[in-house]
């Protein structure tokens, strides 16, 4: 401790992170950008050639065979990677939580072309879990360049992610914050300077390839009257009860695959050809949905068109999904959430309930409360809609329905999707032990019955050390008659195959401290 009258000595530790941070997120702002760019210029070239394909046979035959066989290549690349498959979100998660690991390179560059074909084809298809694996790859490259490992090596890889997001979305705060909230789970200063230097250094090249207009501008200069506020409860609950099934039909897509008895890496031809009959449809569906957005705030079409609009987004975006394919659910999340805000505020206007000028603000609303309640992350969809949309004036309203359907999702019993799709990935996977100690660290939360409590009355899993507490700027060595604070970072030793169960070992002991406190 500092004596009365003594300057603190300064601390370059989180200046040289918040550098490196920086450097990160320019390094990840360039390449996302890019993809990104791609992306699109090639999602517009497809919506060009599909008007023609009516009226030409020929360059219809010749576009099916071309799809499947970029599906084949597709698949046989996803199979020499297994981890790009998917948003690759899950996958992040598991390396945070010193799961999962994989090499960075094959991983980076089979993500990056992969990715482009499957979603710049029109596939119903995001390019945000990409993206964010894209920055944590790239971040894991630059990591091992400074011979990084254990918990600095997570903190690189963090805000590599925070700075995908940021770049594909034009959104660092909610970057940041989803990587705490949803991939990090540790909001320790440290990390989330790193992850805000990082989505801010991708977000600054991301805005002078694309400029300053927000990804999702839309004009609602009305705002939503409080004497209308119940019609947010009504429609979060039902948005949290249709997130349920969301989730459900998503954890469910792999086994319904796997009822066709095709091999894993053929089943992406499926959604190849089953985009073709919506292409020519409407070319205005196809993509992950911002257009789409878009043009509902513009001009709300009528209520069977929005039905339509639903039942193919729903189906087509799980079958996209469930068949292995690079590409994110992010945003077709935000899409169908936007769709269900539409349809309601339609059926409302018509029946004379809610004045037709209000109907994008349940759109913008909907957005938030759906994506909050699917994820189980609602600061993050509160501030990512916000980003998205560029309007700051309508956060109560739109917090108020996210909430309702988080509430909703969690009375069901519903885990976040992302975890749910790591555990998925955990049990199909056999991971090879790897005996080596390493660094990991747990918050200790306001409330947690860990708070003021002695090192020494914990149990402790046999297979762990705790050898420190970060506390604010200190770094305490522990001893048995320690106290624990709420607001500490406990940093523990463990063999890397073993920390996952600590930490479930740990938290379970937590549970159960708290349970006998509260039914002594």
């Known amino acids: 401790m500092a004596k009365k009258g003594q300057k603190r000595q300064f601390n370059p530790i989180r200046l040289r992170f918040i550098i490196r941070g920086l450097i990160v997120g320019v390094l990840v702002g360039i390449v996302v950008s890019t993809f990104r760019f791609l992306i699109e210029t090639g999602l517009n070239w497809v919506m060009k050639i599909y008007p023609t394909l009516a009226s030409h046979p020929l360059r219809l035959g010749a576009w099916v065979i071309g799809s499947i066989v970029i599906a084949l290549i597709i698949g046989r690349i996803v199979k020499t990677a297994p981890e790009i498959s998917g948003s ?151 948005l949290g009860l249709l997130g349920y099934v969301y989730q459900r039909f998503l954890l469910a897509q792999s086994k319904w695959y796997s009822w066709l008895k095709l091999p894993r890496w053929v089943d992406g031809v499926i959604p190849f050809l089953l985009v073709i009959p919506i292409g020519m449809f409407d070319i205005h569906m196809l993509g992950g949905g911002n257009q789409v957005i878009l043009r509902l705030a513009v001009q709300t079409p009528t209520l069977r068109f929005l039905l339509l609009l639903a039942v193919i987004r729903f189906f087509f975006s799980m079958i996209s999904y469930g068949s292995g394919l690079p590409g994110g659910f992010f945003l077709p999340i935000l899409t169908f959430g936007a769709i269900l805000g539409a349809i309601y505020g339609v059926v409302l206007s018509q029946l004379g309930w809610l004045d037709p000028i209000y109907i994008t603000n349940l759109i913008i609303f909907a957005m938030a409360a759906y994506f909050a309640c699917i994820t189980k992350a609602p600061f993050t969809a509160i501030l990512l809609v916000t980003e998205m949309v560029g309007n700051l004036q309508h956060l109560m309203p739109l917090a108020v329905m996210a909430l309702t359907a988080y509430i909703v999702v969690d009375l069901l019993g519903g885990a976040p999707i992302y975890q749910s799709l790591l555990d998925r990935l955990l049990v199909s996977t056999h991971l090879k032990q790897v005996h080596q100690m390493q660094r990991f660290e747990m918050p200790v939360f306001e409330g947690s019955a860990m708070d003021n409590l002695q090192v020494r009355d914990f149990k402790w899993p046999k297979q762990s050390l705790l050898i420190g507490l970060r506390r604010g700027d200190r770094n305490v060595i522990p001893h048995g008659d320690t106290l624990i604070q709420a607001g500490d970072t406990l940093i523990l030793l463990a063999d890397q195959g073993q920390i996952s169960i600590v930490r479930h070992q740990i938290e379970q002991t937590v549970a159960q401290m708290s349970e006998l406190a509260t039914n002594p």
């Open 88 to 238: 690759g979100i899950p996958q992040v998660e598991g390396q945070l939580e010193g799961e999962l690991d994989y090499p960075w390179w094959p991983v980076f560059w089979k993500k990056f072309v992969t990715g482009l074909f499957s979603i710049g084809s029109g596939l119903f298809l995001g390019r945000e879990g990409p993206s964010i694996q894209l920055g944590a790859s790239l971040a894991q490259g630059v990591a091992e360049w400074h011979h990084d490992s254990g918990s600095n090596r997570r903190i690189m890889i963090a805000s590599g992610a925070a700075a995908g997001l940021a770049a594909a979305f034009d959104a660092p705060i909610a970057g940041t914050l989803f990587v705490l909230e949803e991939i990090y789970h540790n909001f320790s200063p440290l990390v989330w300077m790193t992850s805000l230097a990082s989505a801010l250094g991708a977000d600054f090249i991301s805005a002078n390839v694309f400029g300053l207009k927000p990804v999702l501008q839309i004009r609602y200069a009305h705002s939503f009257p409080i004497s209308q506020y119940g019609h947010l409860i009504v429609l979060g609950i039902l």
